[in-house]
Protein backbone atom coordinates (compact mmCIF):
# COMPACT_ATOMS: atom_id res chain seq x y z
CA UNK A 1 0.00 0.00 0.00
CA UNK A 2 0.97 3.38 -0.76
CA UNK A 3 0.17 6.95 0.83
CA UNK A 4 -0.06 10.18 -0.77
CA UNK A 5 0.11 13.16 1.54
CA UNK A 6 -0.16 17.04 0.20
CA UNK A 7 2.91 19.03 1.67
CA UNK A 8 1.86 22.42 0.19
CA UNK A 9 3.01 22.34 -3.71
CA UNK A 10 4.50 18.64 -3.35
CA UNK A 11 2.89 14.71 -2.54
CA UNK A 12 4.73 12.95 0.10
CA UNK A 13 4.77 9.14 -1.32
CA UNK A 14 4.81 6.71 2.07
CA UNK A 15 5.25 3.27 0.71
CA UNK A 16 3.73 1.19 3.77
CA UNK A 17 1.41 -1.95 4.48
CA UNK A 18 1.18 -5.33 5.34
CA UNK A 19 3.82 -7.71 4.66
CA UNK A 20 2.07 -9.70 2.25
CA UNK A 21 3.49 -8.23 -1.54
CA UNK A 22 4.36 -5.01 0.13
CA UNK A 23 7.33 -2.85 -0.68
CA UNK A 24 7.91 -2.41 3.22
CA UNK A 25 6.99 -4.68 5.81
CA UNK A 26 8.72 -2.45 8.55
CA UNK A 27 6.83 0.68 10.69
CA UNK A 28 9.04 3.06 9.25
CA UNK A 29 9.34 3.92 5.43
CA UNK A 30 12.73 3.17 3.73
CA UNK A 31 12.23 6.00 1.89
CA UNK A 32 9.75 8.82 1.23
CA UNK A 33 9.08 9.89 -2.02
CA UNK A 34 8.57 13.46 -3.16
CA UNK A 35 6.41 13.98 -6.36
CA UNK A 36 6.13 17.86 -7.90
CA UNK A 37 3.08 17.99 -10.81
CA UNK A 38 3.07 20.58 -13.10
CA UNK A 39 -0.43 21.37 -14.92
CA UNK A 40 -0.51 21.01 -18.36
CA UNK A 41 -1.98 24.45 -20.14
CA UNK A 42 -3.87 22.72 -22.95
CA UNK A 43 -6.23 20.24 -21.24
CA UNK A 44 -5.78 21.34 -17.07
CA UNK A 45 -4.80 17.63 -16.71
CA UNK A 46 -1.14 17.38 -14.55
CA UNK A 47 1.99 15.19 -14.53
CA UNK A 48 5.21 14.31 -12.63
CA UNK A 49 7.37 16.91 -12.83
CA UNK A 50 9.98 15.42 -10.46
CA UNK A 51 10.10 12.64 -8.09
CA UNK A 52 12.72 12.36 -5.71
CA UNK A 53 13.38 9.78 -3.18
CA UNK A 54 14.52 11.05 0.60
CA UNK A 55 16.55 8.13 2.02
CA UNK A 56 18.49 8.57 5.57
CA UNK A 57 21.78 9.36 3.70
CA UNK A 58 20.72 11.28 1.13
CA UNK A 59 18.08 12.63 -1.90
CA UNK A 60 18.09 11.25 -5.06
CA UNK A 61 16.52 12.34 -8.19
CA UNK A 62 14.60 9.44 -10.60
CA UNK A 63 12.54 9.85 -13.58
CA UNK A 64 9.07 10.51 -13.16
CA UNK A 65 8.79 7.29 -15.32
CA UNK A 66 9.79 5.21 -11.89
CA UNK A 67 7.66 6.89 -9.27
CA UNK A 68 4.59 5.86 -12.24
CA UNK A 69 6.03 2.39 -11.83
CA UNK A 70 6.42 2.18 -7.99
CA UNK A 71 2.60 3.68 -7.87
CA UNK A 72 1.42 1.08 -10.23
CA UNK A 73 3.44 -2.11 -8.09
CA UNK A 74 0.67 -1.32 -5.31
CA UNK A 75 -2.64 0.27 -3.66
CA UNK A 76 -2.42 3.56 -3.86
CA UNK A 77 -4.68 6.22 -1.07
CA UNK A 78 -5.02 9.52 -0.70
CA UNK A 79 -4.68 11.38 2.69
CA UNK A 80 -6.31 14.17 1.19
CA UNK A 81 -8.91 14.64 -1.81
CA UNK A 82 -8.03 15.88 -4.43
CA UNK A 83 -9.84 15.85 -8.19
CA UNK A 84 -6.66 16.40 -10.74
CA UNK A 85 -4.31 13.78 -8.51
CA UNK A 86 -7.19 11.25 -8.83
CA UNK A 87 -7.44 12.34 -12.80
CA UNK A 88 -3.96 11.50 -13.09
CA UNK A 89 -4.48 8.12 -11.09
CA UNK A 90 -6.84 6.95 -13.36
CA UNK A 91 -5.38 8.37 -16.30
CA UNK A 92 -2.21 5.92 -15.97
CA UNK A 93 -4.05 3.05 -14.70
CA UNK A 94 -2.86 3.29 -11.25
CA UNK A 95 -5.03 2.17 -8.93
Do not use: C, H
Request: cysteine-free; proline content about 5%; hydrophobic content about 35%.
Amino acid sequence: MIVLNKRKKTWEMYPIGSPKGALNTKRKPEFIGVLKFKENDEDGTISINRFVVKDEKEDKLYPPSKAINILRSQAVFLADKDEKLEAFLKQNNIK
